[in-house]
C-alpha cells in the first residue's frame, strides 16, 4: 500500500470519528470517549501534513501535463520551474508524512510525575540531583511547562536524596520521556580535599500520569495517615496535619505478587488536596507498573532504548573537566555543559527524537 493510499483510509476513519463522538451513548462513557477523542486530534494532525503532500503531487501531476503538452515555450519554461520547485519539496513533505502515520505513543499528551534520586556517591550524588532537578527547572520555564512539588528528602550537605514532582504543559511526557534512567556525573567535589575526580550517579523516572478510569483502585483499602509538615512555610505547617501518607496493597496482574505501595505528599497546607495529589501519584505509580510488560516488549524491539523507561540503563555522562555532555543510547556528544545544565537540552531531546522515529520508520517499512 502507498502513501496516497493509507491516507485514503485514514479520512474514511477521520470521518467515522467525527461522527461518533457525537453519538449520545459515545459521550456517556467517558473512558471510550476520551479514547476517540484522542484519536481525531492525532488523525487531523496527520491529514494536515496529508493534505499538503497530496496537493503538492496533484501540482506536480498538472504541471508535468502542461510540461509534456504545451507547444508555448513560455508555459513550458514555468511548468519546468514548477516541477523543479516541487520534486525539491517532496522527499520533506512525504518524510512527514510518514512520520505523521506512525501510531502515537497514547501516552506522549500526558503530563507526568517525575522524581529523582541520588545514587553512588554519598553527599555529592545528592548535590547532583540537586543539580538536575534545576537543570529541568530551568527547561520547564523555556517550555513552558509547570512544575509542584510534592515531596522531597534534602541531603546532608545540600541537594536532594529524593525529590518527586508534578510537570504539566503540552506534549509533556512525549518530550520528558527520553529522560528514564541513571545518570552519571563526573566531577572533583567541592567536598574534595585532594582534587581527585570522582564518579557518581542519580536515577531519573518520568512516570505519565494515570487518567481516573485508566486505573481501578478500592480506595476502601487504602490506609491514611496525616502529619505534621516539617520545613519553611510559617506555623500553620507545623502546627496543623496538612501532610497526608496513603499505604496501599496492590497485587501486579501480571505476576500476581502482592506489595505495598507508600506515598506521602506535603505539596500545599490544604489536608484535602494533599489527599487528592496523593490518590493522583498512587494512580501513576500503578498505571506505571501495570504497563512495564508493554514498556519491556518496546524495549525488546528497538535497539535505540530511547524511550523504553529503563531506569536501570546509564543513560547519559555529565563530565566537568572537559565540560563534556554524552548520551550513551545514540553516541550524541556535545561540548557546553554549563549551558546544558542551565536548560538548554532540547538539541539532545531533539536527537533522541529523530533516532527513536528512525527506527519507528524501519519498524513500520515506511
Not at 501535463?65 to 513550458?76: I, L, N
Not at 501513576?284 to 524491539?301: P, V
Request: overall charge negative.
Amino acid at each position: 500500500m502507498n502513501i496516497l493510499e493509507k491516507i485514503e483510509g485514514l479520512e474514511g476513519k477521520f470521518q467515522e470519528i467525527n461522527l461518533l463522538l457525537t453519538d449520545p451513548a459515545v459521550i456517556a462513557d467517558q473512558a471510550r470517549y476520551v479514547r476517540l477523542n484522542r484519536e481525531y486530534h492525532d488523525l487531523e494532525r496527520v491529514l494536515v501534513s496529508a493534505g499538503k503532500y497530496k496537493q503538492a503531487v496533484q501540482q506536480l501531476a498538472s504541471a508535468k501535463e502542461v510540461f509534456f503538452h504545451e507547444s508555448d515555450p513560455e508555459m513550458k519554461e514555468l511548468a519546468r520551474e514548477e516541477i523543479d520547485t516541487l520534486e525539491a519539496q517532496l522527499p520533506a513533505l512525504e518524510e512527514d508524512v510518514k512520520l505523521q502515520l506512525l501510531p502515537q505513543d497514547p501516552e506522549d499528551g500526558k503530563n507526568v510525575v517525575m522524581e529523582i534520586r541520588s545514587g553512588t556517591g554519598g553527599d555529592e550524588a545528592a548535590l547532583f540531583a540537586g543539580d538536575l532537578f534545576r537543570m529541568y527547572t530551568k527547561y520547564f520555564e523555556l517550555k513552558g511547562f509547570k512544575y509542584t512539588v510534592s515531596s522531597f528528602s534534602e541531603g546532608a550537605v545540600g541537594g536532594y536524596k529524593e525529590i518527586i514532582f508534578n510537570v504539566t504543559g503540552q506534549n509533556v511526557y512525549g518530550t520528558l520521556k527520553y529522560e528514564s534512567g541513571v545518570h552519571r556525573v563526573q566531577r572533583v567535589p567541592a567536598t574534595e580535599t585532594q582534587g581527585r575526580l570522582h564518579t557518581s550517579a542519580a536515577t531519573v523516572a518520568v512516570l505519565p500520569e494515570a487518567d481516573e478510569f485508566e486505573v481501578h483502585i478500592n480506595e476502601g483499602e487504602i490506609k491514611w495517615e496525616t502529619f505534621r509538615s516539617g520545613g519553611a512555610g510559617g506555623q500553620n505547617v507545623n502546627k496543623v496535619e496538612s501532610g497526608v501518607r496513603l499505604r496501599y496493597m496492590w497485587k501486579n496482574p501480571n505476576t500476581g505478587e502482592v506489595q505495598e505501595i507508600l506515598i506521602e505528599c506535603t505539596e500545599t497546607r490544604d489536608q484535602p488536596k494533599n489527599k487528592e495529589r496523593a490518590l493522583a501519584r498512587l494512580r501513576t505509580q500503578i498505571y506505571d507498573k501495570e504497563h512495564q510488560k508493554y514498556i519491556d516488549d518496546i524495549a525488546s524491539r528497538r535497539k535505540t532504548m530511547v524511550s523504553t523507561g529503563d531506569r536501570s540503563a546509564k543513560i547519559r555522562t555529565y563530565n566537568y573537566p572537559q565540560g563534556r555532555i554524552t548520551d550513551h543510547r545514540i553516541g550524541y556528544t556535545v561540548y557546553n555543559l554549563a549551558a546544558f545544565m542551565d536548560g538548554d537540552i532540547q538539541g539532545v531531546i531533539d536527537a533522541l527524537t529523530v533516532a527513536e522515529n528512525a527506527e519507528r520508520l524501519k519498524e513500520a517499512n515506511l
